[in-house]
């Protein structure tokens, strides 16, 4: 069973940054294909970025607009988002996702294919 536990949320004004974590355990960190995906209140879960095992190789949402960075440190067992040029309607709760499983480019952004999940943690940007 894998355990992830995210960090890193807060409340930043339109412009800022924050980097996100996510601290993963209970299978080998490697094996994992990891992704971010956030959901807003009233709206679905929508994919952001997915990382490959060994980090070499990504995938964001169009909707990014290349302000994310999605990276990984397999030493450390820990994923992390780094999100620049926050806008308000960034706004969401932000969830990391595992899954052991090597998708095609288009399914690797739904969320059903994910096994793992963590508890989210919070991003509130203000205007």
């Known amino acids: 069973q894998v355990q992830l536990v995210e960090s890193g949320g807060g409340l930043v004004q339109a412009g800022g940054s924050l980097r996100l974590s996510c601290t993963a355990s209970g299978r080998t960190f490697s094996t994992l294909n990891m992704a971010w995906f956030r959901q807003a209140p009233g709206k679905e879960r929508e994919f952001v970025a997915r990382?490959?095992?060994?980090?070499?190789?990504?995938i964001y949402a169009d909707s990014i607009e290349g302000r994310f960075t999605i990276s990984r440190d397999n030493a450390k067992n820990t994923l992390y988002l780094q999100v620049n040029s926050l806008k308000p309607e960034d706004t969401a709760v932000y969830y990391c996702?595992?899954?052991?499983?090597?998708?095609?480019?288009?399914?690797?952004?739904?969320?059903?294919?994910?096994?793992?999940w963590g508890q989210g943690t919070q991003v509130t940007v203000s205007s």
């Open positions: 990382i490959s095992r060994n980090g070499g190789y990504t």
């Open positions: 996702a595992a899954t052991a499983t090597t998708y095609s480019d288009y399914t690797v952004k739904r969320a059903q294919v994910y096994n793992y």
